[in-house]
C-alpha cells in the first residue's frame, strides 16, 4: 500500500514559512501536523489548531512515553511533534508537512531519513528585520536575539534536500509545491512493486 510523504519544512522566524505551509494545506496539498508546546498562546492562536498547548509536567510526560516523533527547547520552551498523529495520516496516503526548527529537522532526519527538507529563507536580513518587527509583538533585544540565530540556523542548510528563497509569497508556495509534485515522480519501492505487477498482468 502507498504511504505519503513526509515533508520537513525550516527556516528563520519570520522567514514565512508558517504562511507556507498554510497556503498548502488550503489547497488541499498536504496535511499540517499539528505540534504541541509548553509556551503561552499568542493572541489569536487556537489549541489544536496553531498548537496543542500543554504544560511542562505533560510534555514530559509524552517524552518519557516515546510520544514524540520530534521534540526540541527553543527559547526556553518545549515544542514537539505527536507521533502516532503523523504516522497514521502517513499510512493513510496522506502527504505530510511538519512546520519546526531546525532542531527538531535534524532528530527527524535521524529517526525518519525518508522525510523530505526544504529550507525557507528570507530574500535579506533587512527583510526579516522588517517582517519580525512588523509583528509588533517582540522587543528589540528579541529581535536583535532571532537575527543572531538566522545566521546559526543557516550554517544547517546543507543538511537540507531544497532550499526557497522567499522574495514574494506566491512564487514561493508554488516552489514548494512543485518540490511534492518532483518527490512523488522519484523511482521508489512503490514503483518497483507497481512495475512487478505489471509482470504479473503479462
Known amino acids: 500500500m502507498s504511504r ?6 525550516s527556516g528563520p522566524s519570520g522567514a514565512g514559512k508558517g504562511t507556507i505551509c498554510q497556503r498548502l ?3 488541499g496539498i498536504i496535511e499540517l501536523s ?10 489569536g492562536e487556537e489549541n489544536g489548531k496553531n498548537y496543542y498547548f500543554v504544560s511542562e509536567e505533560e510534555f514530559i510526560d509524552m ?17 514537539g511533534t505527536p507521533k502516532e498523529i503523523v504516522l497514521n495520516m502517513l499510512a493513510q496516503n496522506k502527504d505530510v508537512v511538519l512546520e ?34 512588523g509583528r509588533g509583538s517582540e522587543s528589540e533585544a528579541d529581535i536583535n536575539l532571532r537575527l543572531g540565530e538566522t545566521l546559526k540556523e543557516v ?21 514548494v509545491t512543485d518540490i511534492i509534485n518532483a ?11 507497481l512495475i ?4 504479473e498482468e503479462i
Open 4 to 9: 505519503g510523504l513526509l515533508f520537513i519544512i
Open 25 to 27: 494545506k488550503e489547497q
Open 34 to 43: 499539528v505540534s504541541m508546546t509548553t509556551r503561552k498562546p499568542r493572541p
Open 63 to 79: 517524552i518519557n512515553k516515546d510520544g514524540f516523533l520530534e521534540y526540541a527547547q527553543v527559547y526556553g520552551n518545549y515544542y
Open 100 to 133: 519546526i526548527d531546525i532542531q527538531g529537522a535534524l532528530k527527524v532526519k535521524e529517526s525518519y531519513p525518508r522525510g523530505v527538507f526544504i529550507f525557507i529563507l528570507p530574500p535579506s536580513m533587512a527583510e526579516l528585520r522588517r517582517r519580525i518587527t
Open 155 to 175: 550554517a544547517y542548510i546543507d543538511r537540507y534536500d531544497y532550499c526557497v528563497i522567499n522574495d514574494d509569497i506566491e512564487e514561493a508556495v508554488q516552489r
Open 183 to 193: 518527490e512523488h515522480s522519484k523511482v521508489t519501492q512503490d514503483i518497483y512493486e
Open 196 to 199: 512487478a505487477k505489471y509482470k
